[in-house]
Nanobody
Framework: QVQLVESGGGLVQAGGSLNLSCAAS????????MNWYRQAPGKEREFVAR????????SYADSVKGRFTISRDDAKSTTNLEMHSLKPEDTAVYYC????????????WGQGTQVTVSS
């Protein structure tokens, strides 16, 4: 059974840092592009960061560029999101996504972890 389990969320003051982690099991994670998305209350889920299957290429939403860093350790089946200089507008539930295509069984989501940034 495929599982993506996020951890590391919490409450932090503006300007602070958090490190989210996504632990994957039940899938060959090295074949997947790993993504982080987030969803704030009353808003649609939005893309945050992506790392290619081989870890070479990364991309970020403009709103987090320069503040967030995505990385992966396939030996541990983990994907991390380092978040610095956090802002209240970063408050959201953060979701890990493993993507290898639109076919059934190739697009997996975690349950999310709450990040709250106080002003």
């Amino acid at each position: 059974q495929v599982q993506l389990v996020e951890s590391g969320g919490g409450l932090v003051q503006a300007g602070g840092s958090l490190n989210l982690s996504c632990a994957a099991s039940g899938l060959p994670v090295s074949y997947y592009v790993m993504n982080w998305y987030r969803q704030a209350p009353g808003k649609e889920r939005e893309f945050v960061a992506r790392i290619s299957w081989n870890g070479v290429d990364t991309s970020y939403a403009d709103s987090v560029k320069g503040r967030f860093t995505i990385s992966r350790d396939d030996a541990k089946s983990t994907t991390n999101l380092e978040m610095h200089s956090l802002k209240p507008e970063d408050t959201a539930v953060y979701y890990c996504n493993a993507y290898a295509g639109e076919a059934p069984g190739y697009n997996h989501w975690g349950q999310g972890t709450q990040v709250t940034v106080s002003s």
